[in-house]
């Protein structure tokens, strides 16, 4: 054994220690390569040596290699392949990138160090590549967007909303007063703030009060004047002409039976 084939065994065992499984043997005819000697195949992809192993990577490439009679005083015959998602484009430059590295690193053991090479070479050029994530990750948020359902808010329809609010507000208003000051003609009809501030509520606020304080007792509701439209006397007979409409209605029936 010569002293170039030892040193060619020597560095074939230190690869098959360092990278174990990621190295392995093939046969010549599907190197790619007019080889004499054995040929090897280092499985490489820009994953860092931390990643988590059940991760798929999105890239993988073959190096393929084969010794020269007289390596490492020659440059080994080399070969790279896609095993997985890289360009012809890319392949093409990669090898005559380790090819020019070959040629600078004579003279010494170099396979472990055109790996090294080819490694951060795909880093650099599919390791940032997150395209595909993105593309899922955005189509992830475009089923978290919320579709509104329902009719869009206007200024129409607030002002509809607005007019059916303040005329159920009547209603309930209305239902605090007294049937005698329903009942009492318009003109002295007295508006819901004249009711309120003149204490014809105090039999429905009795039991409340004697709940409280003293100090309860004596304490004044004060109530704004946006508290009661101008416009409770209208409120206040749409309530009525609600009212009556509905006593016709149980009239009717009754009739009827």
Excluded at 15 to 34: P, T, Y
Excluded at 56 to 66: D, K, R
Excluded at 111 to 137: H, N, P
Excluded at 174 to 194: C, F, V, W
């Amino acid at each position: 054994m010569t002293d170039y084939e030892q040193e060619q065994e020597m560095e074939i065992e230190a690869l098959e220690a360092i990278l174990m499984d990621d190295f392995k043997e093939i046969h010549s005819g599907e190197s790619g390569l007019n080889a004499t000697k054995r040929c090897f195949q280092i499985t490489l992809s820009p994953l860092d040596d931390e990643a988590d192993e059940l991760t798929t990577a999105p890239v993988q490439l073959g190096l393929i290699f084969s010794h020269t009679e007289k390596y490492p005083d020659e440059p080994p015959l080399l070969n790279v392949r896609s095993l997985r998602g890289i360009q012809g484009e890319h392949l093409r430059i990669l090898r005559e990138k380790l090819q020019q590295e070959a040629s600078e690193n004579l003279g010494m053991a170099m396979i472990y160090t055109l790996v090294t090479s080819a490694k951060e070479w795909l880093s650099e050029q599919y390791g940032q590549d997150t395209s595909i994530e993105d593309a899922i990750a955005e189509e992830a948020a475009k089923d978290d967007i919320i579709v509104p359902h329902g009719e869009p808010v206007t200024f129409e329809t607030f002002l509809a909303w607005r007019e059916m609010f303040e005329a159920e507000l009547a209603l309930e208003r209305a239902k605090l007063m007294p049937e005698s000051a329903l009942s009492a003609p318009k003109e002295k009809r007295l508006t819901g703030r004249q009711w309120f501030e003149s204490g014809r509520n105090a039999a429905k606020g009795a039991a409340a009060a004697a709940e409280g304080s003293d100090e309860e007792d004596d304490e004044d509701i004060d109530f704004d004047d946006e508290d009661f439209e101008d416009d409770e006397d209208d409120m206040l007979e749409h309530y009525l002409a609600a009212e009556k409409s509905d006593s016709s209605s149980h009239s009717s029936r009754r009739a009827a039976n």
